[in-house]
């Protein structure tokens, strides 16, 4: 998260984010960071507040900047078996920010490509996601419940 405050309606905010955007490029010695990385390292704003003030997702964001984007591109071996993975960890009731942990990859990678393997799938699978995806949800309200 940022430490400091920023106006993120500053004229100047993408040339800031830049700087920092390098900053943290350089203490990491890669070409580009994640996102994760950019939550953990950076001091000058989070994604949640860029999405939320600015309206626009962290690519986009790097984009204007003038930040290269780091995207993982998946070889098709690589991307059939980042399914399995996927399947297998859904299977075993795994909600999709704990897939993503888990597999280094964003939850939203995970949702879609799960759907896309839901789609595809026999009856039997469908039915044992959707148990999943019900027992996430009740688990969830739960947790809710309590806190009230």
Same mark, same amino acid.
């Not at 859904?90 to 990678?109: Q, S, V």
């Not at 839901?118 to 999943?132: G, H, T």
């Given at each position: 998260?940022?430490? &400091?405050? #920023?106006?993120i309606?500053d004229?100047?905010?993408? !040339?800031k +984010? %830049?700087?920092? &955007?390098?900053r943290? =490029?350089?203490?990491?010695?890669?070409?580009? #960071?994640?996102?994760?990385?950019?939550? %953990?390292?950076?001091?000058?704003? =989070?994604?949640k507040?860029?999405?939320?003030?600015? $309206?626009e997702? +962290?690519n986009i964001?790097? !984009? !204007?900047?003038g930040c290269k984007?780091? !995207?993982?591109?998946f070889s098709k071996?690589e991307?059939?078996?980042?399914?399995?993975?996927? /399947?297998?960890l *859904?299977?075993? $009731?795994?909600?999709y920010?704990?897939i993503?942990?888990k597999?280094?990859? =964003?939850a939203?990678t995970?949702? @879609? @490509?799960?759907?896309k393997?839901?789609? #595809?799938?026999?009856?039997?699978?469908?039915e044992? /996601?959707? *148990?999943?995806?019900?027992y996430?949800? $009740?688990?969830?309200l739960?947790? %809710?419940?309590s806190k #009230?």
């Amino acid at each position: 998260m940022g430490r &400091y405050q #920023i106006n993120i309606i500053d004229k100047n905010f993408y !040339k800031k +984010f %830049k700087i920092e &955007y390098n900053r943290i =490029c350089k203490k990491l010695r890669k070409d580009s #960071i994640s996102q994760r990385d950019w939550d %953990k390292y950076n001091e000058l704003v =989070c994604r949640k507040v860029i999405r939320r003030e600015l $309206g626009e997702t +962290f690519n986009i964001t790097l !984009k !204007k900047a003038g930040c290269k984007i780091n !995207k993982r591109v998946f070889s098709k071996k690589e991307s059939d078996q980042l399914n399995k993975n996927i /399947l297998r960890l *859904r299977l075993d $009731g795994r909600t999709y920010g704990e897939i993503a942990d888990k597999l280094n990859i =964003c939850a939203m990678t995970a949702r @879609r @490509r799960l759907d896309k393997i839901y789609s #595809i799938s026999s009856l039997d699978i469908q039915e044992e /996601l959707d *148990r999943v995806k019900e027992y996430n949800i $009740g688990k969830f309200l739960k947790i %809710k419940e309590s806190k #009230i």
